[in-house]
């Protein structure tokens, strides 16, 4: 059987710095010297300075001193060598001197086709109605607020926001006193931009400005403003019998304001042909390449 228990254990281990310390120190001073030689010549990132020889000098003193006296002539006549046979890797490495095609990497070959396609960058619908609110005629205060309340607006072309937070917003962050009055009254001016039904604040709403810019004294339109105004909950439920019932019109009446109805567009922002938020690819009708001067058509 399987017994689960705690056990508590002191232990001591070397950590691998310390074993190469040991190993270093049992290693004559001699062969020490060729090591650290060794480690200076296969790696050009290491150099040997006066400062670590006398370090080097005065350990291999505390572990050898009778061999380390004699070891040190031999390294001073090794170090004039050395220093004799110094050269600078700079006389080797000159710019001048690379071949120019070292430099140029061609990975394309002649049979490759391009596949860079263009794409032109759209601008939002809130763009739009600002520079539509540059063409009224508001005062300066007026046009800040106006422009504040196309910056709430969503993707869609709503206002989700209530007209008291913006009341506050504006007494907070822009130090404007206004009045729920004021805002409405202006958001009233962005309702009558393009695209009609922008800056409603419910479906209802957006519907009903779309239909009243269309309104020509035309029948259908007239009865589907009159739904949309006092059936609008069974309308969306679509209890036709009871608009019927309520409204004692025909089904064909009924059949031809419901057409005017689904002629709307229910996301009044995304209308405009730069609105969309996939990109605009613009497919070119030939390309020309150049290739060692030469100019060509695809």
């Excluded at 063409?135 to 869609?156: M, P, T, V, Y």
């Excluded at 419901?258 to 229910?266: A, D, H, M, T, V």
């Amino acid at each position: 059987m399987l017994h689960q228990r705690l056990q508590q254990k002191l232990l001591q281990k070397l950590s691998p710095q310390q074993i190469l310390l040991m190993k270093l120190l049992q290693v004559p001073t001699v062969a020490l010297e060729q090591r650290i030689k060794q480690e200076i010549e296969e790696n050009p990132a290491l150099e040997e300075s006066e400062e670590e020889e006398e370090e080097t000098l005065d350990i291999l003193d505390e572990i050898d001193p009778e061999t380390n006296s004699e070891d040190t002539e031999v390294e001073s006549d090794a170090d004039t060598k050395d220093s004799e046979d110094e050269f600078d890797l700079g006389d080797y490495m000159d710019d001048d001197e690379i071949p120019s095609y070292k430099l140029n990497a061609n990975n394309h070959s002649a049979d490759d086709e391009p596949r860079d396609i263009p794409f032109i960058s759209g601008t939002t619908f809130q763009e739009a109605l600002l520079s539509q609110l540059g063409l009224s005629s508001l005062d300066e205060r007026k046009h800040l607020i106006a422009s504040i309340i196309i910056g709430n607006l969503d993707d869609s072309g709503y206002l989700n926001r209530d007209i008291n937070s913006l009341v506050d917003d504006l007494a907070f962050t822009q130090n404007i006193q206004t009045s729920r009055e004021e805002i409405t009254e202006l958001l009233k001016i962005i309702q009558g931009f393009d695209p009609p039904g922008v800056g409603a604040r419910n479906l209802q709403e957006c519907l009903l400005i779309q239909l009243r810019k269309k309104q020509n004294g035309s029948k259908d339109i007239d009865l589907a403003i009159h739904i949309l105004e006092r059936y609008f909950n069974e309308f969306t439920k679509k209890h036709y019998d009871k608009i019927l019932k309520k409204a004692k019109i025909t089904e064909e009446d009924l059949k031809d304001a419901i057409e005017e109805i689904l002629k709307l567009n229910p996301k009044p922002g995304n209308s405009l042909g730069e609105t969309s938020k996939t990109n605009h690819y613009i497919l070119p009708d030939f390309i020309i390449t150049t290739t060692m001067g030469i100019w060509s058509c695809t």
